[in-house]
């Protein structure tokens, strides 16, 4: 079935260090794919998307790569902040039904 | 930008009580919504999903009796924690679909604590 895994966390980083958050799928077709974040007691927000091989989303200083040769979305950010402390989700999504997420990775920031 | 409500956002009730949560599309019509329910540190599980004006279709495990999802307009589905005991416990989230191509929106969640 579908499914998406990523990096077991937690992730600790010093500020303006560089972060990676692998993110791996395994899917039929070609699926949209996502990364969420989630700072603590909140919901999730949207923070970056793909819909198609080669396409990179990017916000917030942070990109990820849609490879379907290599089925990965790897979530970076070249300079990470405090506030950048969070609980990111990778997700996968096909046309008009649910996502599918991964277990989540939290990233710790520490000045 | 498309924007979710979702209400209450904590629930702290005795074990028995029925609790309702609602999911509203605030400035687009929804004619789906997804619930998940998240459990502490783990990821977001797909309940069910909700299509106006039809029965919820549930997840394998997710009893429908127990959790009970109403899609009765296109800005509103609720779901419906019936006699709620304290493995119910846990952080349930909404989201809707503002088109077949565009990315799921999310509230900002339900915390429910069952004593």
């Known amino acids: 079935g579908n499914s998406v895994t990523q990096m077991e966390g937690p992730v600790t980083l010093s500020e303006e260090a560089f972060l990676t958050i692998n993110c791996t799928y395994t899917?039929?077709?070609?699926?949209?794919l996502f990364w969420y974040v989630q700072y603590p007691g909140e919901g999730l927000q949207l923070l970056l998307k793909?819909?198609?091989?080669?396409d990179k989303g990017s916000n917030k200083g942070f990109e990820a790569t849609y490879r379907k040769e290599t089925t990965s979305f790897h979530l970076e950010k070249g300079s990470v902040q405090v506030s950048d402390s969070a609980v990111y989700f990778c997700?996968?999504?096909?046309?008009?039904?649910?996502?599918?997420f991964g277990k989540g990775t939290t990233l710790s920031v520490s000045s | 930008g498309a924007v979710v409500s979702q209400h209450p956002s904590r629930v702290i009730c005795k074990s028995g009580t029925s609790v309702k949560i609602e999911c509203r599309s605030l400035d687009f019509q929804a004619t789906t919504m997804f619930w998940y329910r998240q459990f502490p540190k783990q990821s977001l599980m797909l309940m069910a999903t909700?299509?106006?004006?039809?029965?919820?279709?549930?997840e394998q495990g997710v009893e429908k009796d127990k959790f009970l999802i109403n899609h009765a307009s296109l800005t509103l589905s609720t779901l419906t924690v019936t006699s709620a005991h304290p493995e119910d416990s846990s952080f349930y989230i909404c989201s809707a679909l503002v088109g077949i191509e565009q990315p799921q929106h999310f509230g900002d969640g339900t915390r429910l604590s069952i004593l």
């Open positions: 909700s299509n106006e004006g039809s029965k919820a279709t549930y």
């Open positions: 997700a996968l999504q096909y046309a008009g039904t649910a996502l599918i």
């Open positions: 899917a039929t077709g070609y699926p949209s």
């Open positions: 793909a819909t198609k091989a080669d």
